[in-house]
């Protein structure tokens, strides 16, 4: 195999750095990075070489970067952007999140679903997410950009917080109450484990939540809000998402979608974003996630005429 070799086919790249192929092919052209091999067949094959830079600027893009300032530059530039972030680190992991760490090093999984267990007993789903998940996550991105954690330590973990959030939230939904939120992710956009962190936070106010999952088609979108009969809408995009999309594809959305369905949008990829369209509103971080006070009393009130009716 490929692999075996150190050369690894898009397909190991598109899945091991979360860059889509079609953007690896666009920045081939138009950057000249990444600059792949063929093999007997003609396909891309990449060195493992490119394969951790890809990494090392996926992780960039997630903090706010663009590919168009990352690719040209060379390694030590890289270091050197690297070390600029290194004052934004937390000192020292507090002792559940250093635990937690360890056992994904020992590829425990009883031990991580045990202390996932433990914190959330102890805190609540709410306080779950943002007192133990969020630095967790933000300590296990330090730790893959110092390449102090390997790319399947990563993925193991985030299995394992996916079925721990999936089997808590359905406990919560059965007894979930509108307004009802339809979330997803665009075509393009692969990342989805913010969309399963604002379902876990809707899902502790006891707010119905439908999380369809990643690269949904727009029109799919629009079908479904309706199926659902959905309030609002939720959509994520990292940073790896391409910026110059992102309020177009906004756009679109709206207008595929009831003006009185509210479109919520976050992430790495719409921070920077000013202007948005009509009846968009941003959520610059999952601390400071919460309902807008206009539609908290706009959906009591909703939820009042309901009752008497």
């Not at 666009?26 to 070489?49: A, L, M, S």
């Not at 876990?200 to 990643?214: K, M, P, R, V, Y």
């Not at 990292?238 to 110059?244: E, F, K, R, T, V």
Request: cysteine-free; glycine content about 8%; aromatic content about 6%.
């Amino acid at each position: 195999m490929a692999e075996k070799k150190g050369l690894f086919p898009i397909g190991v790249v598109e899945r091991d750095t979360g860059v889509g192929r079609d953007t690896l092919r666009v920045w081939e052209r138009r950057y000249g990075f990444p600059n792949p091999q063929r093999n007997d067949k003609g396909e891309r094959i990449y060195p493992e070489i490119q394969l951790r830079r890809l990494q090392r600027i996926r992780r960039l893009l997630d903090r706010g970067m663009r590919p168009g300032k990352l690719l040209p530059l060379s390694d030590d530039a890289l270091d050197e952007i690297e070390a600029r972030l290194q004052p934004e680190k937390s000192q020292q992991p507090d002792e559940t999140v250093g635990a937690i760490l360890e056992a994904i090093r020992s590829a425990d999984a009883g031990q991580v679903e045990k202390l996932f267990a433990m914190q959330y007993e102890k805190q609540g789903m709410k306080g779950f997410v943002l007192n133990t998940l969020v630095p967790l996550l933000n300590t296990v991105g330090e730790l893959w950009i110092d390449g102090k954690l390997q790319v399947f330590q990563e993925h193991f973990l985030s299995e394992q917080l996916i079925r721990f959030l999936n089997t808590e939230i359905a406990k919560i939904q059965k007894s979930a109450r509108r307004p009802r939120v339809l979330l997803a992710t665009l075509p393009g956009e692969e990342h989805t484990l913010g969309l399963l962190m604002v379902t876990a936070l809707l899902s502790s106010e006891g707010i119905s939540a439908i999380n369809l999952g990643g690269e949904v088609p727009m029109d799919q979108i629009g079908r479904a809000v309706q199926q659902f009969n959905a309030d609002a809408v939720g959509i994520t995009f990292s940073g790896a998402y391409p910026y110059q999309n992102i309020r177009a594809h906004l756009l679109e959305l709206r207008e595929l979608i009831a003006a009185d369905v509210e479109i919520w949008t976050g992430g790495e990829g719409v921070r920077r974003l000013r202007k948005l369209p009509i009846g968009v509103i941003k959520f610059n971080s999952l601390e400071n996630f919460s309902l807008p006070p206009a539609t908290r009393r706009h959906w009591n009130l909703h939820s009042q005429t309901e009752t008497r009716s």
